[in-house]
């Protein structure tokens, strides 16, 4: 129940770190708003269309939990075969911002 939750902290971009006490641990979890984000992204991809592609062009954006979780570890690898998979792939096409295939 979200009652039970309490506020730990609140970040400047709207980030929320909760805290749920089950007796023996804490339980936390953070909620970060990327509706902007979002929005920002699906214009700056509708603005891509008919451009060309090249080198410094700004392909995707994403929440930095999200890049820490999934990107940071392959680019330090630099694994630019599952970069490019996880940047072409359909399920993340809401934080591309350029259009076409890397």
Not at 13 to 33: C, H, M, Q, R, S
Not at 66 to 71: E, S
Request: charge should be neutral; proline fraction near 3%.
């Amino acid at each position: 129940m979200m009652e039970d939750w309490k506020i730990l902290s609140r970040d400047e971009d709207g980030t929320v770190t909760y805290f749920l006490d089950i007796g023996n641990a804490w339980v936390v979890k953070t909620e970060t708003p990327v509706d902007d984000l979002l929005a920002a992204n699906s214009e700056d991809f509708n603005n891509s269309l008919g451009q060309r592609f090249g080198d410094g062009k700004v392909v995707a954006r994403l929440p930095l939990n999200l890049f820490f979780d999934k990107l940071a570890e392959p680019m330090k690898q630099r694994d630019r075969k599952y970069i490019k998979r996880f940047l072409n792939d359909s399920s993340h096409a809401a934080f591309r911002t350029f259009k076409g295939n890397i």
